[in-house]
């Protein structure tokens, strides 16, 4: 089993749809958990930590479920400029490093 | 901008040269981490630098080296490349101790042919 697996999607979504990724992670002492956007060929940008307690940023939220131990993101209203693949990151604990899904793509159409 | 800023952006090898890769980490991260990024999948952790010592290293082999110089820049070094090893690597720089966000470079997307 991977250790932060995703689906790799895509996700086709009509503009103003609401989307939701999950993502699930092997390690149940990860510390630290992250939502990464990444462009075509751009570097990935980091678009959320993410909390026990959930948090949102404007359209955007992610939760964290430690018992089942996987973390959501959930973009509401979607726009054409949410196209982008979507990656979870998880710091396993033990060092700096994280660990990263390999990505969901999202595309966005009119 | 993250302030991570990465040489050279692209960059062709043929199998079995020798590459090195730099990193300038942002203001006040003195921690930098290297990925390697495949087509079609996420990055892969190689290793990381905290005080100019190695931190942690991912499963890559000893061809993949690196450095961190005083001023918490950092390079990769790869050794008798092989076609595998084509791929967009990113430094991530990060404040330790208070595991924070990793903030990546635009990347190096080395081919090798």
């Known amino acids: 089993r991977k250790e932060v697996e995703q689906d790799p999607g895509p996700f086709n979504v009509p503009e103003g749809a609401t989307v939701a990724f999950n993502c699930t992670y092997s390690n149940s002492a990860s510390q630290s958990f992250f939502w990464y956007r990444q462009d075509c060929r751009k570097e990935p940008k980091l678009l959320m930590s993410?909390?026990?307690s959930g948090n949102e940023d404007g359209r955007f939220t992610a939760q964290l479920n430690r018992a089942s131990q996987y973390i959501s993101l959930l973009i509401r209203d979607s726009k054409l400029s949410d196209s982008a693949t979507y990656l979870c990151?998880?710091?396993?604990?033990?060092?700096?490093?994280?660990?990263f899904g390999t990505g969901t793509r999202l595309q966005v159409f009119p | 901008e993250t302030g991570v800023t990465q040489s050279p952006t692209h960059l062709i090898k043929t199998r079995g040269q020798q590459v090195t890769l730099r990193c300038s980490s942002q203001s006040g991260h003195n921690t930098v981490s290297w990925y390697q990024q495949a087509l079609g999948q996420g990055p892969q952790f190689i290793f990381q630098?905290?005080?100019?010592?190695?931190?942690g290293r991912g499963n890559f082999p000893p061809r993949f080296s690196g450095l961190q110089f005083p001023n918490y820049s950092s390079e990769l070094n790869v050794n008798a490349l092989e076609l595998d090893d084509s791929a967009l690597y990113l430094c991530?720089?990060?404040?330790?101790?208070?595991?924070?966000?990793?903030?990546f470079g635009q990347g190096t997307r080395l081919t090798v042919v």
């Open positions: 630098y905290y005080r100019e010592e190695e931190n």
């Open positions: 993410v909390y026990s």
């Open positions: 990151a998880v710091n396993p604990g033990n060092t700096d490093k994280l660990i």
């Open positions: 991530a720089s990060s404040r330790p101790q208070e595991y924070t966000e990793a903030f």
